[in-house]
């Protein structure tokens, strides 16, 4: 099974432009408590390398572009996000790392839970560990 989960957004356009709605519960997955938002990122720079013991996210890269990471301790694998309709569903326990941030790249980021630094496993061993013993 994949561990890339998209969500395809509607975009309400007409001739003005274009609007999509994130509702929580409905088209997210989940109650919003938190949004964030990672823009003028420098180049070459990666970031992420850590998994959350206790929080869902959906990111979106509104404009430009960025690829991500998703590792779940056995499974790897990479998706570029270039589309303002598209979610990527970032579940629990999963290892992200981004990287190749387009200069214009706005990535926003929807959240199950507030902030808690302690939510964050940001050491791979210690993240190999908790996915295989618990
Ligand atoms: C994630 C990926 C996709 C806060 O104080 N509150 C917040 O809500 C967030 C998200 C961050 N911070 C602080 C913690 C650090 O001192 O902002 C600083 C930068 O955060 P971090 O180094 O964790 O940023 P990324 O880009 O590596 O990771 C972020 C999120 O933190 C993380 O939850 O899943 O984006």
Not at 18 to 46: A, N, Q
Not at 57 to 64: D, F, H, P, S
Not at 73 to 99: C, F, P, T
Not at 115 to 120: A, H, I, L, T
Request: hydrophobic content about 40%; glycine content about 8%; proline content about 1%.
């Amino acid at each position: 099974m994949s561990l890339i989960k998209t969500i395809s957004f509607k975009s309400l356009g007409d001739e003005r432009g274009s609007l999509v709605v994130l509702e929580g519960g409905k088209v997210v997955p989940f109650d919003i408590k938190r949004v964030y938002y990672i823009f003028d990122t420098k180049e070459g720079v990666s970031r992420g390398f850590h998994a959350h013991r206790n929080l869902k996210q959906v990111a979106v890269c509104v404009t430009g572009s960025c690829r991500f990471v998703l590792d779940n301790g056995k499974q790897k694998e990479e998706v570029v996000l270039d589309s303002a309709i598209k979610g990527l569903l970032i579940n629990d326990l999963i290892w992200h790392e981004m990287y190749d941030f387009s200069s214009d790249c706005v990535l926003i980021v929807l959240a199950s839970e507030h902030y808690n630094e302690s939510d964050y496993i940001r050491n791979y061993q210690e993240f190999l560990q908790v996915v295989n013993h618990g």
